[in-house]
């Protein structure tokens, strides 16, 4: 249902009320099921996948249902791979949760309060990773392929900076974000050498 619903999409403008509201309900009743196909079906998030993962970020409890199979997806890096009710196995890129996470933050308050500090630590873990490590070839080719299409960060540890940035804005934390920024912090920890210490910075 859930490709069925994607490829509908590709040549649709918009989603409708009833479509809205049918896939929400499809999220809330297989949310595992539900982001790990769409996610396998467009891990670059194109704008039929981007629409309806934004249909899902307009219900705090159907981000609630999706959340957690999000995160199992970021804290698993590279790639995770769990089969769904149809047998599909395909790996999918931890990188491509982060980016459903940075595309629905700015709509859900409180669903966002509620897994803010699971989200904090896996998106600074890919920021450290991500700086830290070479990065797969295949993960390079897919993030050039989100970076063309959403035009983000050209390295993914600085787009994870800027998820960070967003998560913490949701949360109100203005000041927090603003004192990273006058100590360089934010650019210190997109440095393997001054990680650290800018990470001691972001936890003070």
């Keep these: 249902m859930v490709k069925s619903i994607h490829q509908s999409l590709e040549s649709h403008i918009t989603v409708d009320a009833r479509l809205r509201t049918d896939i929400r309900r499809l999220a809330e009743e297989h949310p595992a099921d539900v982001v790990l196909t769409l996610l396998r079906c467009a891990p670059t998030c ?15 409890p159907t981000v609630e249902k999706v959340l957690p199979t999000l995160l199992c997806v970021m804290e698993d890096w590279p ?7 149809d047998g599909d196995n395909k ?11 940075w595309l629905i933050v700015p709509q859900c308050h409180k669903a966002m309060i509620l897994y803010s500090s699971h989200l904090f630590v896996a998106l600074l873990f890919h920021i450290v990773i991500s700086t830290q490590q070479q990065m797969p070839e295949e993960v390079e080719n897919f993030w050039r392929a989100c970076q063309e299409q959403h035009r983000l960060a050209s390295k993914p540890n600085r787009f994870a900076v800027q998820a960070m940035k967003a998560l913490l804005y949701q949360l109100r934390c203005d000041n927090e974000v603003m ?3 006058r100590k360089r912090g934010w650019d210190m920890l997109l440095c393997a050498d001054t990680q650290h210490y800018a990470t001691g910075l972001l936890a003070r």
């Design 91 to 101: 790996d999918v890129f931890a990188l491509a949760a982060t980016l459903v996470i």
């Design 79 to 85: 790639v995770h791979s769990t089969c769904t009710s």
């Design 179 to 181: 004192a990273m920024e």
């Design 46 to 60: 194109d704008r039929a996948a981007a629409s309806m993962w934004r249909a899902i970020g307009s219900s705090e």
